[in-house]
């Protein structure tokens, strides 16, 4: 995914490590579980 935005392994690490610290998730699987659990008004 790095390499397709040009962007370094590295930068996409560090946002995930951030994403992960703002929504409490420990796992990436946590933050994904969260995400399905999203509604979006339609």
């Given at each position: 995914?790095?390499?397709?935005?040009?962007?370094?392994?590295?930068?996409?690490?560090?946002?995930?490590?951030?994403?992960?610290?703002k929504t409490s998730?420990?796992?990436?699987?946590?933050?994904?579980?969260?995400?399905?659990s999203l509604t979006?008004?339609?």
């Amino acid at each position: 995914m790095s390499a397709s935005l040009r962007v370094a392994l590295s930068t996409v690490k560090s946002h995930l490590v951030h994403v992960l610290e703002k929504t409490s998730c420990q796992r990436q699987v946590d933050l994904v579980r969260l995400a399905k659990s999203l509604t979006f008004p339609v």
